[in-house]
């Protein structure tokens, strides 16, 4: 029973506070309430952070602009223009505690790890993506670090904090543009992720890099 009470403190589960002891009966599950913004919309040029209420022009223009490359039949174009993020993307996802060591997100990929980093939990799935897809994965950008397969794929991770009776998962959005010192596009990186944004990566940023980034909270909770 101790352990049970210490998994569930681990993952943010917070029960009541009263002395009489409560019952935890499996399964149970964590469904998807609200998503809510956790910062605003920041913008980088070089290290320097532009504030948008006078850059509204430049940071609207970099969340809107559109990207082709020439490829050798032709051009291949990236749609990476900012939408915000929609609760209806998360509304069938849940969380399923089948066990005092055994959990599900939405049905489909079982969390293999949990590790507690400061004061987030990191839940790692076994559901993986090729790094060659999504070679962000592989920079300082996150604030919580993203482990590397030996064949070449990473393990989808959840981020958790304490939230009394539920669950908050981070999720960061991100757009990353880099430049080399002749003004040729190096990377274009977009998306989004559960992650934190990692402050020292600002110090990385060359002069012509640009960088947009916005945080979100997912909420989870027992009915």
Not at 31 to 41: H, L, R, V
Not at 108 to 130: P, Q
Not at 152 to 162: D, M, S
Not at 163 to 186: P, Q, W
Request: hydrophobic share 35%; with cysteine.
């Amino acid at each position: 029973m101790k352990r049970i009470f210490a998994l569930l403190s681990i993952l943010g589960i917070l029960h009541s506070c009263s002395k009489e002891k409560e019952v935890v009966e499996y399964p149970y599950q964590m469904t998807f309430d609200a998503i809510e913004p956790a910062s605003e919309m920041r913008f980088f040029i070089g290290g320097t952070e532009l504030d948008p209420n006078y850059n509204q022009q430049t940071v609207q223009g970099f969340l809107d602009r559109l990207y082709s490359e020439k490829t050798n039949t032709g051009y291949t174009s990236y749609w990476s223009r900012f939408v915000e993020q929609d609760p209806e993307w998360f509304a069938d996802s849940y969380f399923t505690f089948e066990g005092k060591d055994i959990i599900k997100y939405s049905g489909l990929s079982e969390i293999g790890d949990i590790s507690r980093i400061g004061d987030a939990t990191v839940l790692k799935s076994s559901a993986t993506n090729k790094v060659s897809d999504d070679p962000i994965v592989k920079s300082d950008l996150f604030k919580y670090g993203i482990d590397i397969n030996s064949n070449g794929t990473y393990n989808i991770q959840f981020i958790v904090h304490n939230r009394e009776r539920a669950l908050e998962v981070s999720r960061l959005y991100y757009k990353l543009v880099r430049y080399d010192e002749s003004g040729n596009r190096t990377q274009l990186s977009f998306g989004t992720i559960s992650n934190e944004f990692n402050e020292s990566f600002i110090k990385t940023l060359t002069e012509r890099d640009t960088l947009a980034i916005k945080e979100y909270r997912l909420i989870y909770s027992s009915k």
